[in-house]
Nanobody
Framework: QLQLVESGGDLVQPGGSLILSCAAS????????IGWFRQVPGKEREGVSC????????HNAAAVQGRFTISRDNAKNTVYLQMNSLTPEDTAVYYC??????????????????????WGNGTLVTVSS
């Protein structure tokens, strides 16, 4: 059974850094496009950083460009989101998601459309002094 589990969410001060992890089980991550998304109450879930399968094409949302980096460790079957220079506006529940291996879209497609069938339960990031 395909499963995604996020971890690493925490309370962090503005300007701080955090690394989120998304551990996959039941499938090999390198065959799947993966995305990080976030959501705050009352707002739509938004794409933060996405990576397409195999060719490693990546996309970051404008709000996090230059601060967040998505990466994958195929040996650990885990995807990471390195977050630097955090601001209170980054406070949200962060989710990782995966597409099926029979589709191949660009990373930006996934981030803009959220068109991924597999989702984790999320991890809370709070940026506050």
């Amino acid at each position: 059974q395909l499963q995604l589990v996020e971890s690493g969410g925490d309370l962090v001060q503005p300007g701080g850094s955090l690394i989120l992890s998304c551990a996959a089980s039941g499938f090999s991550l390198d065959d799947y496009a993966i995305g990080w998304f976030r959501q705050v109450p009352g707002k739509e879930r938004e794409g933060v950083s996405c990576i397409s399968r195999r060719d490693g094409n990546m996309h970051n949302a404008a709000a996090v460009q230059g601060r967040f980096t998505i990466s994958r460790d195929n040996a650990k079957n885990t995807v990471y989101l390195q977050m630097n220079s955090l601001t209170p506006e980054d406070t949200a529940v962060y989710y990782c998601a995966a597409d099926t291996p029979d589709r191949w879209y660009s990373a930006s497609y996934y981030c803009f459309t959220r068109d991924m069938p597999y989702w984790g339960n999320g991890t809370l990031v709070t940026v506050s002094s």
